[in-house]
């Protein structure tokens, strides 16, 4: 792990007056370069929404019967009988008066082929033997592709499951190669294999192929998205980074948006999973033209680029003067107090190595975990509904901008942890009371749906804000990358409860309700950390742990001496009358 992130937290905390970010203060802080690089840079956080639900409009469940069996051109059909009788004489109605989609009779039934019901005839049926036949005036998908139908309707899940644990290995295979590498050839080797994977990936011939690629385009989309977000931030001011983590997770909303446009506009799902893909050329373009990170190159004992990389950024803020004063020993007088107070090589283990912080992991974790299996899991799944898909998924991507508005504002007013069961209680409670509403109720179901998600994605922001002021700078980066992991893994299982719900409807919302409710009731026991100071070691984290503790200690004996007080009897008053 790298130590750059670290010795930027370092910074965050307030006490080194000569740390990088005083020095990138020193040659302009957030000036042109940053402001237009924060712009591009974050770019690709539209795309990653884009990727990350595509596959609700490419693998998109058309209407679809079985194909009938010896279905010619009116050789063995009765005289008088028309195309709508000869679909009846193949196809049963369910109860909805619609053909079903996994069975056919075993024959024909010409005396029936008029008849409007058929739901309730005993009649000798039969699975889809001669494959399906799809209302393809709406759009294409992979599952009309290669039937992805009846009996392998599991294996739409399982494909964004192989997607999401492409993503999953990138956050660690891109995490130790920007760290080795550095972040520009991080991010130039990510776009190039999602430009070519993705590409491939419209191009698939088979379901097995079109899984690998996207397996692959999972990792680079996590690749891209981590170094361009490590390099913003490592190019951008301690006071400003707040403000830039807002930014990014408003474009991922919008990248909700601009899909719906885009699968709107292309309904043939090879040309739309090549458009999203293409589109990273933008990123490849313009970042042959950034800077390597100065943080990167001062960790890596290259001094001397990491100079002229601030002089040339100093130039483009305008501060040539200051960026002319720069030297190799200015930049080491800078950044000796930072690197002083970081580890040099911190483990995962270390986030284990005192009580306080142990609780501290699992507990946070559990909530990063939570998010990303219930957001997704109620992302994921917008056809469900038997609305327009296309504006349902530009009304349940909207519906972040209030809700992220609100948590922003919450934070600030009740604090990180109010906010944060808060947020995790509302949404395992409405995502439980849609298990109990009737199947027709698809508004209601959808309006809780909505609520539910809001209140997820409120979560994602509350979370990043939250963690990284509860792990101390030795182990800050690591926490944060754990409570990514979890998130990941919990976007990776998410889609396998549809599998299991096909089984048992009822058992996705109790599911996806019942493991954030678990989420808060952790939560509630971490330390709030609103205008408090971010610290640097292990032990400053375990003492805020004991001394929380020994406070809310005092305050439950506190309240149970005086309900026991309270329950004693009053002694009558004695009047003296002496």
Known sequence: MSVCVEMFCHSCGGESTMGFSELLHTI??????????????????????????????????????????????????????????????????????????????????????????????????????DGWVYDRSVASSIVSEWDLVCEHKSLKSIAQSIYMTGQLVGAIAFGIFSDRCGRKMALQSGTLLMITMGT?????????????????????????????????????????????????????????????????????????????????????????????????????????????????????????????????EVVRIHVQEDMAAVKESPFFLDLFRTPGLCMTTCCIALGWFSAGFSFYGLGLDVQKFGFNIYWTQVVFSVVDIPTKLLTGLSMGYFGRRITTVSLLLVAGCVILVTAFLPQDMNTFQMILCLLGKGSLAGCFT?????????????????????????????????????????????????????VPLLAAAAASFLVETKNQPLLNTIQETEQRVKMARDKQRNINENTTKNGLVSLLPEKPKVECTV
């Not at 933008?282 to 042959?288: A, D, G, H, P, T």
């Not at 889609?495 to 996705?508: A, D, E, M, R, T």
Request: with cysteine.
């Open 28 to 129: 302009g802080g957030m000036g042109n370069f940053q402001i237009f690089q924060t712009a591009l840079l974050l770019f690709p956080a539209v795309l990653i929404a884009c990727h990350s639900f595509l596959q609700n409009f490419t693998a998109m469940t058309l209407g679809h019967h079985c194909r009938p069996a010896n279905w010619t051109n009116g050789s063995h059909v009765p005289g008088g009988v028309g195309e709508g009788d000869l679909l009846g004489a193949f196809i049963p109605l369910d109860k909805d008066q619609k053909p079903e989609p996994c069975l056919r009779f075993s024959e024909p039934h010409w005396q029936i082929s008029s008849l409007n019901d058929t739901s309730a005839l005993s009649l000798d049926t039969e699975a889809c033997l």
């Open 200 to 328: 491939s990936a419209a191009l698939a011939p088979s379901f097995p192929a079109y899984c690998v690629l996207r397996f692959l385009s999972g990792m680079a989309m996590t690749g891209i998205i981590i170094t361009s977000l490590c390099l913003t931030m490592e190019w951008t001011p301690t006071h400003r980074r707040t403000l830039v983590n807002i930014y990014a997770m408003y474009m991922i909303t919008l990248g909700q948006v601009v899909l719906s446009g885009l699968a709107y506009l292309i309904r043939q799902w090879r040309w739309l999973q090549g458009t999203v893909s293409v589109a990273y050329v933008i990123i490849l373009l313009y970042s042959w033209g950034l800077p390597e990170s100065a943080c990167w190159l001062i960790t890596h004992n290259k001094i001397d680029k990491a100079v002229k990389n601030l002089q040339t950024v100093a130039r483009l803020n305008g501060r040539k003067e200051q960026g002319r004063k720069l030297t190799p």
């Open 462 to 514: 509350c979370l990043y804000l939250f963690t990284m002021e509860l792990f101390p700078t030795e182990v800050r980066q690591i926490g944060m990358s754990a409570g990514i992991f979890s998130t990941r893994l919990g976007s990776l299982l998410s889609p396998l409860v549809y599998i299991l719900g096909n089984h048992s409807p009822g058992l996705q919302p109790v599911m996806f309700g019942l």
